[in-house]
T-cell receptor, first 111, second 114 residues
């Protein structure tokens, strides 16, 4: 089985930087995804890591350390519209493209 | 077209009803998925279709019956559901199951079972 942990809630200020952590325990790791989900809407893809290191995409960056079973999503220049749930998802080998999602981190951006 | 379209957006049904959820994508993706999401919980995988064949069934009760008529369409047939089956049902697609492509999700069908 897989165990994926994220903080339940975080609060940050508009314009600031926030880091959302994800730790996982799994065998046959084959990639980690970050998704954003606004209330009542579909999850939307943010980033993908399969090798160690940092992937940058505009205001969003994601980091992976496979040896530590650890990833984080970094959001810069926070905007009010970034208030959403952020889901970490892990894929394992032999599982097709089966993603197992973490419990999600509800981010609230305040003025 | 980068959309996954789901219908209906909302569905209310009784425990003896038979209904279906529909999903459509025109991105040429060969893998399609059904996920179930309860309030304030992450999506949970139900089924995966790869090249129109069922490749993963996550021990879903038989009152949920998936169908993939062609590579663009995915249905979920519902029969004799229970109130605890009330949830948001999300359809997703990806290029395939052997490539490192992300999943594209539809907006979901919100199901209420009375």
């Amino acid at each position: 089985g897989q165990n994926i942990d994220q903080p339940t809630e975080m609060t940050a200020t508009e314009g600031a930087i926030v880091q959302i952590n994800c730790t996982y325990q799994t065998s046959g790791f084959n990639g980690l995804f970050w998704y954003q989900q606004h209330a009542g809407e579909a999850p939307t893809f943010l980033s993908y890591n399969v090798l160690d290191g940092l992937e940058e995409k505009g205001r969003f960056s994601s980091f992976l350390s496979r040896s530590k079973g650890y990833s984080y999503l970094l959001l810069k220049e926070l905007q009010m519209k970034d208030s959403a749930s952020y889901l970490c998802a892990v894929r394992v080998t032999g599982g097709g493209n089966k993603l197992t999602f973490g419990t999600g981190t509800q981010l609230k951006v305040e003025l | 077209d980068t959309e996954v379209t789901q219908t209906p957006k909302h569905l209310v049904m009784g425990m003896t009803n038979k209904k279906s959820l529909k999903c459509e994508q025109h991105m040429g993706h060969r893998a399609m998925y059904w996920y179930k999401q309860k309030a304030k919980k992450p999506p949970e995988l139900m089924f995966v279709y790869s090249y129109e064949k069922l490749s993963i069934n996550e021990s879903v009760p038989s009152r949920f019956s998936p169908e993939c008529p062609n590579s663009s369409l995915l249905n979920l047939h519902l029969h004799a559901l229970q109130p605890e089956d009330s949830a948001l049902y999300l359809c997703a697609s990806s290029q395939g199951t052997r490539v490192t492509g992300e999943l594209f999700f539809g907006e979901g069908s919100r199901l209420t079972v009375l």
